[in-house]
């Protein structure tokens, strides 16, 4: 048996493996987009065929509703301004931990490590108090500067892995030039990082999008309701009508969804890229 051969049936079991990893998450999904045109009464009677007849008023009625696009540019609005705060911060942050040599760096840069292992539900009330005084509730900047915070020191540490691999000469030319420290970073340094600035904002990004406790603490006003309280909402309010909340969870994993598949490459170029240097 040739070595070829002999690597590809080692290989056989991951792919397998792969498969079933697959399989196991994309069923739920499909299963929910094609109850979401059933009817309840589909689907007590036939919970798993294929709906007879094809009810698309399930989805037709989420699209048409203001409320469901009105929480979707909520979601959109603080998903980007957190990833702008987060992003910004820490690249700066990262430049000066990686760049610059001051008593006390590691030190600091052992401080935002270690925020990585803060969970987040116990700041929730010491936060909600913070946010009170500050009279930022039912304000969309009362979710994004938490989000912000709690998102800098994952930020950070990847960045500074970064930004410590471009070789010191390029920046020695860069002063030799007339370049100043600023200018090494905003000319430089952050185009080469292209890669990690991408991967950390699309972590940003998923991570507004997909957190509920904050916004649920912060919004009263469903004015600024965010779509992962519009889910729960939704259920509440009908929650015998399985059929529409199937519709309804389906649409609001969509610009989820479309934006990894978008997003995808970079995220993973991103990860291996940093693995690599490593």
């Known amino acids: 048996m040739s070595a070829g051969v002999r690597r590809k049936l080692r290989s056989v079991p991951l792919y397998v493996m792969v498969w079933l990893v697959g399989i196991a998450m994309v069923t739920p999904l499909l299963y ?7 009817s309840t009464d589909q689907l ?29 540019g909520a979601s959109t609005l603080i998903a980007v301004g ?26 600091l ?3 935002f490590a270690v925020g990585l292992m803060f969970p987040f539900a116990v700041a929730i009330l010491p936060l909600f108090v913070l946010l009170r005084t500050f009279g930022l509730l039912d304000n969309p900047w009362g979710v994004i500067l938490p989000q912000a915070a709690f998102g800098l020191p ?15 000469e390029l920046e020695e030319a860069a002063t030799l030039d007339g370049c100043s420290a600023f200018g090494f970073f905003w000319r430089i340094l952050l185009p080469m990082a292209r890669p990690a600035l991408g ?44 059929a529409r909340v199937f519709a309804y969870l389906i649409l609001a994993m969509v610009p989820a969804l ?20 490593g």
């Open 32 to 38: 929910a987009l094609v109850s979401g045109f059933k």
């Open 44 to 72: 007590s009677d036939n919970a798993f065929g294929l709906p007879s007849p094809w009810v698309t008023s399930n989805y037709t009625d989420v699209l048409a509703s203001g409320s469901f696009w009105r929480m979707l």
């Open 82 to 107: 957190t990833t702008v705060l987060t992003v910004g911060a820490a690249a700066l942050a990262a430049f000066a931990l990686a760049r610059f040599a001051f008593r006390g760096r590691e030190v």
């Open 109 to 111: 840069f052992t401080l």
């Open 154 to 168: 994952i930020t950070i540490v990847i960045l500074r892995g970064f930004f410590r691999e471009i070789p010191g």
């Open 199 to 242: 991967t950390v904002s699309i972590l940003a990004i998923v991570s507004s999008w997909n957190n509920f406790l904050l916004p649920l603490l912060v919004f009263s006003d469903q004015t600024w309701w965010t779509i992962p309280i519009g889910v729960q909402q939704f259920q509440g309010q009908y929650a015998t009508d399985i």
């Open 258 to 277: 479309a934006f990894y598949a978008v997003a995808e490459r970079q995220l993973i170029g991103g990860i291996t890229m940093g693995a690599t240097k």
